[in-house]
């Protein structure tokens, strides 16, 4: 199975992609993605014309898989051994719902807040952002009591705990979470996978990217 990958190391929807490549074992080619740059920028958008990235290419089959959580559906059918998604449906549904939480109710919310940052003073939304991190404030309290007395989001690791750690570690620069022991243990473990370890390390050196207040 040869696969290319288009991506930037500190995106974090790339993160979580990375993580269940990593996870899987699966060698890929990496083509980091430059917006920047304007023959980088037109090579992507030739790949995939919505210009958003993770995309991955399947390059035995052909078959181009846009989108974070389409990449790890992928990978999970043909790497069953990572166990990323269960094949119990009751399972499997379990750890597809929690990846849809961490997405839209963490990694929105977190993207919102870092979005407005890097608006010109005049075009900031004071009042979205206190939303937003509202809405994440909340969602904070929902896995503070949905991982008391658990090791992972949904069972074994698994897509659900892909999605988790990038969200994770950008929210918190943008909304700590206070006192949520279960949620900061839980951090904790994802930090020490060594998958999300060599992710975070490969972001490291774009770590200026991140717009302060």
Known sequence: MSLTLWYHPFSSFCMKALIALYECGAAFDP??????????????????????????????????????TIIIEYLAHHYPAA??????????????????LFDDHVHHHMQKVVADRLRPTASRDPSGVAEARARIRQSYDLIE??????????????????????????????????????????????????????VLAEAEPYADFFPQE
């Open 31 to 68: 083509v980091i993605v430059d917006l920047g740059d304007e023959h980088s920028r037109a090579a992507f958008y030739a790949q995939w014309p919505l210009g958003k990235f993770p995309v991955m290419r399947d390059e035995a089959s052909g078959e181009l898989v846009p989108e974070s």
């Open 83 to 100: 166990g990323l998604i269960p094949a119990e449906p009751a399972a499997a549904r379990g750890v597809r719902l929690w990846d849809r």
């Open 145 to 198: 009591r949905h991982m008391e007395g658990r090791e992972w989001a949904a069972g074994d690791f698994s897509m659900a705990d892909c999605a988790a750690a990038p969200a994770l570690h950008y929210a918190w620069k943008v909304e700590p979470w206070g006192d949520r022991p279960a949620l900061s243990a839980y951090f904790s473990r994802l930090a020490s996978r060594p998958s999300f370890a060599r």
